[in-house]
C-alpha cells in the first residue's frame, strides 16, 4: 500500500468522521495525518516494515493510536474504526463532493435531512427539484450544481472532447 493509498483512507475516514458529527479535533488529526503521509518521502509500509508501530510515531502529527491504524492498514488491508464507520456511513457518500457547490457542510444536509447516499440517487434529487427544498441554498449554488452533475454524468469519451 503507497503512502498516497494510505492518506485517502485517513482523508476519506476524516470526512465521515465529520459527516457523522465527530469531535472537530478527531477529524483534524485524521487530515493531519494524511497531509503528513501523503508528504513523507519513504514509503510507510518500508518503515513499518523495518522497524515496526513505534518509528511511525516519530512522524509529525502521528500518535500512538493512528500509528497502530497505520499498521493495521499495512498488515490487514483495513482497521476497526475505519470498518465501523463505512457501516454506518456508506462510503459513496463522498462522491457527492466531487460535485462543485457540495462541501462537506452542504453534504450534511444532503445526508442527513435527505438520506443522500451515492451520485445516482442525488442526480434524481436534483433532477426532481430537490434542490429547491434545501434552505439556504442560493440560485448560484443550484445552478453550479446542476452543470457539474451534468458534467459527472457525461460519458468519459465526451467529458475529454470538452
Same mark, same amino acid.
Given at each position: 500500500?503507497?503512502? /498516497?493509498?494510505? #492518506?485517502?483512507? $485517513? *482523508?476519506? @475516514? ?18 493531519? #495525518? #494524511? =497531509? ?32 497502530? +491504524?497505520? !499498521?493495521? @492498514?499495512?498488515?490487514?488491508?483495513? $482497521? ?6 463505512? !457501516?454506518?456511513?456508506? =462510503? ?5 463532493? +466531487? &460535485?462543485? %457547490? &457540495? %462541501?462537506? +457542510?452542504? @453534504? ?13 440517487? $442525488?442526480?434524481? $434529487?436534483?433532477?426532481? %427539484? ?8 442560493? %440560485? ?5 450544481? *446542476? /452543470?457539474?452533475?451534468?458534467? @459527472? ?5 465526451? *467529458?475529454?472532447? /470538452?
Amino acid at each position: 500500500m503507497t503512502n /498516497q493509498q494510505i #492518506a485517502e483512507v $485517513f *482523508r476519506r @475516514l476524516a470526512s465521515l468522521l465529520d459527516l457523522r458529527g465527530d469531535n472537530f479535533f478527531k477529524v483534524r488529526s485524521y487530515q493531519s #495525518a #494524511a =497531509e503528513t503521509i501523503e508528504d513523507w518521502p519513504q514509503p510507510l509500509s518500508e518503515i513499518f516494515a523495518e522497524n515496526g508501530v513505534a518509528v511511525l510515531r516519530d512522524l509529525p502529527g502521528i500518535g500512538e493510536a493512528i500509528s497502530k +491504524k497505520i !499498521a493495521d @492498514l499495512l498488515t490487514t488491508g483495513s $482497521f476497526k474504526l475505519w470498518d465501523e464507520v463505512r !457501516a454506518e456511513i456508506p =462510503e459513496s457518500t463522498l462522491d457527492l463532493l +466531487k &460535485v462543485d %457547490g &457540495v %462541501g462537506i +457542510k452542504t @453534504l450534511r444536509i444532503f445526508y442527513h435531512q435527505f438520506c443522500l447516499t451515492n451520485l445516482d440517487d $442525488f442526480a434524481k $434529487f436534483v433532477d426532481g %427539484g430537490g434542490l429547491d427544498s434545501v434552505v439556504g441554498m442560493g %440560485g448560484k449554488t443550484q445552478s453550479r450544481i *446542476r /452543470q457539474s452533475l451534468g458534467q @459527472l454524468r457525461l460519458p468519459r469519451s465526451r *467529458r475529454a472532447d /470538452q
